[in-house]
């Protein structure tokens, strides 16, 4: 069993900053790609960020310069640094990763239950 949970969602003025954490538990054996993705209201979910195993990242263009998206594989924890928020970031955020369970299996992807951001104007 993995469980990815989620912490650091609030609501913020725009401008401001919060930090997204995620910690993932339980039969992990290895992790691949770890990432973010938000869902707004009446909208579909959507990648934020993402970041492989050895570092390399990708961002929304409509995040870009402002999130950073961090991991410490020693804690199976990944993060995400939101400045300068916006109004139209506000949205429950996901956690996501790709998780191998055990030695010579498949990875599997696995999402959090949401973390929910709201920026004020």
């Known amino acids: 069993q993995v469980q990815l949970v989620e912490s650091g969602g609030g609501l913020v003025q725009a401008g401001g900053s919060l930090r997204l954490s995620c910690a993932a538990s339980?039969?992990?054996?290895?992790?691949?790609?770890m990432g973010w993705y938000r869902q707004a209201p009446g909208k579909q979910r959507e990648l934020v960020a993402r970041i492989v195993y050895v570092g390399n990242t990708n961002y929304a263009d409509s995040v870009k310069g402002r999130f950073t998206i961090s991991r410490d594989n020693a804690k199976n924890t990944v993060y995400l640094q939101m400045n300068s928020l916006k109004p139209e970031d506000t949205a429950l955020y996901y956690c996501?990763?790709?998780?191998?369970?055990?030695?010579?299996?498949?990875?599997?992807?696995?999402w959090g239950q949401g973390t929910q951001v709201t920026v004020s104007s």
């Open positions: 996501n990763a790709d998780i191998r369970t055990s030695v010579g299996g498949v990875f599997r992807n696995f």
């Open positions: 339980g039969s992990i054996f290895s992790i691949n790609a």
